[in-house]
Structures are given as C-alpha cells and as structure tokens.
C-alpha cells in the first residue's frame, strides 16, 4: 500500500513568530544581498588583485543582484583608493594629426585649459602693444633706412660710373634706359651712325659696361630686400618671444613640476613665435577665417591650435570612478572623433575629441553588461584590445571596419589602468569560454551568483533583514512580520524549493513595491500578510490568460482530459509552460499502442521533430527498461507507439518518461490505468523514479482541473519521493489533501506508480524467472510470450516458401 503525502509535507510555512519582530523596521537591515557569498568573495578578490587579466565576469541568472552587488563593493572600495588624474589633448605643432595626450594631477586639466585660454587672451592684448611700441617703430624705421641707404648708395654709384663714360642712365616703366652722351646731352642715332668706326665701337662699349652695371646693382637688390626682410622677420620673432616669454613665464613657473606641460609650453612659444601674424590678426578677420571653413594647423586667425581639450576631468571625483556603462558602443567606450560642418564640409581638430567609458573609469572601475558589448560592432574586439594593450586609442567606425580612407585624427593613445566587470548569465560565459579563447585571458575570475539560498540555519532572518533593506532603500512601508512571512514563503515557491529562497532580488523588490500599493489602497501603515497575497494574486492575475484560456478549453472538452474512469494505454501527464516569471501546469493524455515487431518504441513527437533531444532521450530509456526487465533471454517481438494527444508545439524534456513507461506497459499488459491519478516523473533504465521540476505547478494543474470537475475524494497526483521535500503547493491544494479531497502520493519506482494506477499488485520476479500471477508484471510478460509466438507463426510461412 503506498502511502499518501501528509498534508504537513506539502508546503513549508514560515512561522513569524520565529522572526522575532513585529515588523521589519526593527531589523537592522542588512549590508549585501544575501545568499551570494561565493560571488561576493570572487569580486572582492578581483578587485583587490592587481595583476593584469584579473579583470572579473559575474554571472547567473538575470534578477539574481548581480548590478547590486557590484556596484555596492566596487563603490565601497573606490572611495578609499586615490584619485585617477586628469588627461588632456593639446595640439602637436609638429604633426597635428596626431594630437598629445598629457596626464595631469586631478582637477589640473581644468586650471591648464583656463591658463591657455587666458594666454591667448594676454597674447591678443601684448603682442599689438609691443609691435606698436616706440622701440619697435624704431628698430623698424632704422632697417627700413638701411635698405634705402644702401639702394641710394647703389644708385649714385651706378650714375657716377655712367658719367665717367659719357652714358645717360633713365628709368623708365620699362626698367633702365641707356644712351651715349655728348656735352651732357643726348647723341642723336644720326650723329652716332656719323662717328668714325673706332669711336663707335668706344661708345657701344661703354654703353655695355653701364648695361652690366645696371645687371648687377639690379641684382644686388632681392638680395638686400631678402636680408632686410630677414632681419624684420628676426626682429618680429625676438618682439615675439620677448612678449610671449613674459607672460608665458609664470605658467611656467607655475607648471614646474609637470615636465610635460613645460614641453608642451616651450612648442607653443615656438608655435606663437613663428606665427604671431595669426594673433595680430583682427577678431573681424578671425570670424571671416572660420566661415570659410579654415580649421588647418596654420590656417590665419585660427587659434584653436592653442586649446586644451580635456577629456578627463577628475577634479569633483571622490576617490576611484565607478563607471556603469549602459551602451556600450565602441564610441560609448573608446571615445569619439566628433566632426563639424563649414560650407558642406566635415572638419575636425585635436578639440573634438571626447572621451569614452574607459577614459572616464580609467583608474577605477568599469561595469559592462557583456550581451550588450558583444552586440556592438567591433565593441568587444576593442575591448580586448585595450585591455591588451593597456592604452586606449580614440579610433572611428570607419577606420576599424576599413570603410573610409580619408585623412583623420590619429589621438595619442591614453595609457589604461582600469578593472572590468562584465555581467552576463551562465549560459554566455561557458558560450564564450569555449569559442573566444581571450576570455580566460582577460577575464581570470568567475563570480558565479546563485539562484537561491538556504532556508536553514538562519537563513529566513537574513531574508528578512534584506526585505528590510529594500524597504528602506525604496522608501516603502515596512512589512508586519505575518508578512514577511508570507514573503518568504513565496520566495521559496520561486526558488522550486520548499529549502531554498528564491536570490532573485528584482523579483523580490516588485513584490514589495506592489504590497505597498496594495497596503495604502487597504488605509494600512504597514504591509499586512493580505497585502502581499493581494499583490501575488494580482500578478499572476495580469499574466494568466493563457492559463485561463487553456483551463476553459479542457472544461469544454476541446482538451480532452478523463478524470475518471480506466483506460488501456492512456495515462494523464503533467507539463508545465513556462512564461518567464509565470508558470502554470496542464495535464497532457499521452497513449501507447502496441503491436508485432522487433521492441522498438517510437516516438511520434520525435518523428514529426516536436520532441527534443531529452524527451527523445526519455523514450530510449524506456527502450531500455523494457528489454532490461522482460527480453533477457529473448528478442521482443513488438513496436509500439508514444504520443501526445492534441500536443501541437513542441516537447522537451524527461519529466513524462514515467508517465511514458506506465502508459507502454499498460498497453502491451492490456491493464487499465486510473484517469483520476496524474503522474509526473522521470525514470531511468532500472525503473527508478526520479525528481522533476516545476512539480507544484503540475500538481495544482492536475488539481484544478479536477477542482472544477469536482473533487470525489479518489484523485491525486503521483510525484517522485524525491520531489516530496520541494513542495510548496498552494493553500487550497493542502486543504483539500488535510480534508481527503485529493492526494499527492510520492514513489520511488515504476513499479509503486503502476499499482496506484492500476489498482492490482507489481510483482517482483520469483527465483523461476516468473512473476506472480494476476501482477501487473505477470500480465505484461504474458503478452510479450503472445506477441513473440504471434511473430513465429507470422515467420513459420515464410521459412517454408
């Protein structure tokens, strides 16, 4: 006789009074999320272990706290390590393309952008004042007439050297003019052409040493115009620096101890010097440049060149960043080259570069949901990259993918000193150990967070704490402690284990939210045990329609269902549909037909593939059990048949292949099964039963059914023993069982499942190979010796032909 479930064991309840409180305001709340020791151990290692690699991925199930839990040890460790520095673009004067990073103390970025910035301001101001200084007009004026000196010079020299040889000198538009004199007057071409041979000859000479003459004081001039002009340019740039090195001398002194500032200064000195035209320009000329779209490194007015782009401002920080990266685009983490358009064309400068994700926790911490960064094109692989290399270069789309081949910015690389979290579930994380072989290199540690917790040894007081927590975090009202009770019984329905408690803190924190909703509609000042049964009731209530709709299609009878009576080769099934966080059980016919054959047992939903590869599994093992126990010593002579009925998606899992079992056996036997009994189970090659999930909804699935039908006293569900200590089935089922209304009967082997089903004796194989008559055993054997005589007559025919 086998035993019925007490109704005691059939859902664990929390007794409140074991919480000692009240309410939850009287619990000190707790500082973590509980449960996650393993994980929270993990982080903490990882962070605190400085060796390259030992970057951490947390994975588990979504809800589980994972963010929570993360975050809280990343920012409590953060705020006691040092502040990162600040980093800043300037300008490279040398190849501006490719524009410097510096590395400032925290906050500097900011006091060096407002020092250029003023610089440029002195210098609008102190350059003019010294190119219009009395020294300077000076200076000017005495080169300007040292030029006309030596023209001058050049000039008399030319005419006294003409006069010597009778030869008149003019200048014309034309350039110089000569021709022969004679008592100071010009020779006529007819008193020329007049002069003897030899005296022509003289003057056509004469006139050619003059030509030269003027040849080469024409040729002197650039040359002293070049010196002149040298000389100013020489005279502009120490005017320049002079100005310049006075007011940029306090920045150095200022600077001093930043060895890279005062590089970086000494080029714009340079820079300043060689073009201080571009400062003495107009502002009216400025603005005229940057609508034409001028932006080049020389471009006249254009100076931008003398901007600090800080990319990196750590001045407000306190202590290490913490930064939780929602998008992880490859700008969203390695920065962006921005572009701005003048008159139809894209520009940019060293000034448009911004930063990233990784500039911002470099030096802190980085938190990366990894379904998100593995999405973005090129994310990951520059990720890895620059955790590879330990720098961060700033790079658009297009040149990671290839696509354009125009001229762009190449920012200096930052150098990285950051660590990365990444959170995923587990399915992700084993994925991707076994296809991307650069995980264990950059990800050395696992925080594997769990999906539940342990009721025992304290375990509903620490939930409770937590519920106290989130009360206080969320602002909601505090939880009598009936209802947290009742609260913690849900979180162990969730868990699928009546010993367990459900981690799922999203989960958790919507229930304490809508029980608060529901407390203050009700007018109470804390939440009762009503109000959290208001808002579980409520939940399913706005997720159940499939339930519903499936329920009143079987009490229609579009579903069929038997409830009572006995069938041959029919058994009620249970499964359950999983709609993320509903879930709801319906009982399922499966039928087996037997007939002639060589023992095989097919599987329908697997031919027409709407079985999966465990339930196919499933089926094979019954092969198994049945050739195991009745075809030691002979071949099988049957096939038979699995199904279903009216099952029109598809079918995984192994939790019917006990059902399976019990319907094969009652049709190769032709023994009736109970359709007032449900059963669910999973069974291995020996018979044996073993445990399943979702076995409440099952069970109340079953019991609903029978509920609406009307409840005879006869109807239950047979569960595996080792399910028995999970059950956390609802009020109404373990009332009904406490009244006799219905059971739940748990079993160990197929062999107990038949004699509930079947209402006739097992039988256990005797020392001659035979099992008692009138068994269920007895009756299956004897049908096999039919069938295996049936299938030698059939044979006999066909050996005499």
Same mark, same amino acid.
């Given at each position: ?5 007490? *109704?005691? $064991? ?35 290692? !990882? ?29 409590? +460790? ?30 500097? !970025? ?55 040889? %009778? ?131 020389? $471009? ?116 990285? $000193? ?64 009936? &209802? ?7 979180? %162990?329905? *969730? ?61 229609? =009878? ?19 549909? $999983? ?15 037997? +007939?002639?054959?060589?023992?095989? @047992? ?34 099988? &002579?049957?096939?038979?048949?699995? =199904? ?38 999973? @069974? ?60 739940? *009967? ?12 079947? =209402? ?42």
């Amino acid at each position: 006789m086998i035993e019925r479930a007490s *109704w005691k $064991d059939l859902r664990r309840r929390c007794d409140a009074s074991s919480l000692g409180i009240t309410s939850t305001d009287e619990l000190e709340p707790i500082g973590h999320v509980v449960g996650q020791d393993r994980a929270v151990r993990a982080i903490q290692f !990882g962070v605190q272990m400085r060796r390259k690699g030992y970057n951490v991925f947390a994975l588990g199930p979504t809800g589980s706290g994972r963010h929570t839990v993360v975050k809280d040890i990343l920012q409590t +460790r953060a705020k006691d390590e040092p502040v990162p520095p600040d980093y800043v673009y300037v300008n490279n004067f040398a190849d501006p393309r490719r524009p410097n990073a510096l590395r400032l103390p925290p906050g500097k !970025g900011r006091a060096l952008e407002a020092d250029m910035k003023k610089l440029v301001e002195d210098l609008r101001a102190a350059l003019p004042a010294a190119f219009e200084s009395d020294q300077y007009r000076a200076r000017r004026e005495a080169l300007e007439k040292e030029l006309e000196a030596k023209q001058k010079a050049a000039a008399e020299a030319l005419k006294a050297f003409a006069d010597e040889r %009778s030869v008149g000198v003019a200048h014309t538009p034309g350039g110089f003019a000569v021709a022969p004199l004679k008592d100071g007057e010009l020779l006529p071409l007819e008193a020329l052409e007049a002069l003897p041979k030899e005296e022509k000859a003289r003057i056509e000479a004469d006139l050619e040493q003059v030509q030269e003459r003027i040849k080469d004081m024409l040729a002197s001039v650039p040359r002293w115009q070049k010196e002149h002009r040298d000389k100013v340019r020489e005279m502009d740039r120490e005017t320049t620096r002079t100005a310049a090195g006075h007011l940029l001398k306090p920045l150095r002194e200022g600077w001093k101890v930043e060895a890279a500032v005062l590089t970086y200064l000494d080029a714009v000195e340079d820079d300043v010097v060689e073009h201080a035209q571009d400062i003495l320009r107009p502002k009216e000329m400025d603005a005229a440049a940057a609508l034409m779209g001028k932006n080049g490194d020389h $471009d006249p007015g254009d100076l931008r060149r003398y901007r600090v782009n800080v990319v990196v401002d750590n001045g407000d920080t306190k202590g290490a960043p913490v930064i939780m990266e929602d998008h992880p685009t490859v700008p969203d983490l390695i920065g962006r080259i921005e572009h701005v358009s003048r008159l139809g064309t894209l520009t940019t400068d060293f000034t448009l570069v911004e930063a990233g994700s990784l500039h911002r926790a470099n030096g802190g911490y980085l938190v990366v949901d990894v379904l998100k960064v593995i999405q973005q094109p090129y994310a990951w692989e520059e990720l890895k990259r620059a955790l590879r290399a330990g720098e961060i270069r700033t790079r658009g789309l297009g040149e990671l993918a290839g696509i354009l081949s125009t001229v762009s910015l190449e920012p200096g690389p930052i150098p990285l $000193d950051v660590k990365v979290v990444l959170i995923g579930d587990r399915r992700l994380f084993y994925l991707l150990g076994r296809l991307e072989p650069e995980l264990g290199e950059h990800f050395k540690v696992a925080a594997d967070f769990e999906d539940d917790m342990s009721r025992e040894n304290g375990g509903e007081h620490l939930f409770a704490r937590l519920v106290a927590r989130l009360a206080d975090e969320r602002e909601l009202a505090h939880l009598t402690a009936d &209802a947290t009770a009742r609260v913690v019984e849900a979180s %162990s329905r *969730w868990a699928g284990d009546a010993r367990k408690l459900s981690t799922n803190m999203r989960r958790l924190s919507n229930l304490l939210e809508e029980a608060g909703y529901w407390a203050e509609h009700a007018g109470h000042t804390k939440v009762e045990r009503a109000d959290v049964q208001k808002a579980l009731d409520e939940q399913d209530a706005r997720l159940d329609r499939p339930h519903e709709r499936m329920r009143e299609a079987t009490t229609q =009878g579009l579903l069929r269902v038997e409830t009572e009576g006995s069938r041959v080769g029919q058994v009620n099934a249970l499964s359950v549909l $999983d709609l993320g966080e509903y879930r709801f059980g319906r009982p399922t016919r499966i039928t087996a037909q037997v +007939r002639l054959g060589r023992g095989e @047992v097919v599987d329908i939903e697997r031919e027409v593939d709407l079985g999966g590869p465990i339930h196919s599994k499933g089926v094979l093992i019954l092969s198994g059990f049945m050739g195991g126990r009745y075809g030691r010593l002979k071949p099988l &002579a049957f096939s038979a048949s699995l =199904g279903f009925e009216q099952s029109y998606g598809g079918v995984e899992g192994d939790s019917a292949s006990m059902a399976e079992l019990c319907a094969l056996l009652s049709a190769v036997g032709e023994v009736p099964i109970r359709q007032d009994v449900a059963i669910t189970g999973s @069974v291995d090659q020996h018979g044996r039963g073993q445990a399943v999930g979702g076995v409440d909804e099952k069970v109340e699935g079953f019991f609903e059914l029978c509920q609406e039908r009307g409840l005879t006293g006869t109807q239950g569900v047979i569960i595996p023993k080792s399910n028995l200590a999970q059950l956390m089935l609802k009020d109404e089922v373990v009332e009904a069982v406490h009244e006799g209304r219905f059971s739940v *009967w748990p079993v160990e082997t197929v062999d107990e499942a038949l004699e509930l089903l079947t =209402g006739l004796p097992a039988g256990e194989r005797g020392p001659d190979d035979r099992y008692p008559p009138g068994s269920v055993n007895a009756r299956v054997a004897a049908r096999l010796e039919e069938l295996a005589q049936a299938a030698k007559r059939a044979a006999e025919p066909e050996r005499r032909t």
